[in-house]
């Protein structure tokens, strides 16, 4: 079983910045593709960036620029540094881990959710 556990949200001015953390822990194999999303309230939930283990990068378009999506690979760490925070980059922030672990005597590749960090920026 793997855990993902988020920190680092909180409530920030516009302007300010925010970094998040998501480490990974339990029976890893290894770690694949590792990303954050974002769920705006009302909204459905959205990509942010992610990060493959090599450690090419993919931003969405709103937030390229301003955040930046990195990886410590000992510790099984993502992280996501926020700048120049916006109103609408207001929602609850979840990492997600495409995990290799043993389940059944067979590698496989399993999908892990953190379990979601709120993220409010207002004056």
């Known amino acids: 079983q793997v855990h993902m556990v988020e920190s680092g949200g909180g409530l920030v001015q516009p302007g300010g910045s925010l970094r998040l953390s998501c480490a990974a822990s339990?029976?890893?194999?290894?770690?694949?593709?590792m990303g954050w999303y974002r769920q705006p309230p009302g909204k459905e939930r959205e990509l942010v960036a992610t990060i493959t283990s090599g450690g090419s990068t993919n931003y969405a378009d709103s937030v390229k620029g301003r955040f930046t999506i990195s990886r410590d690979n000992a510790e099984n760490t993502v992280y996501l540094q926020m700048n120049s925070l916006k109103p609408e980059d207001t929602a609850v922030y979840y990492c997600n881990a495409e995990i290799t672990e043993v389940r059944f005597r067979a590698l496989g590749i399993y999908s892990y959710w953190g379990q979601g960090t709120p993220v409010t920026v207002s004056s």
């Open positions: 339990g029976s890893i194999f290894s770690i694949n593709r």
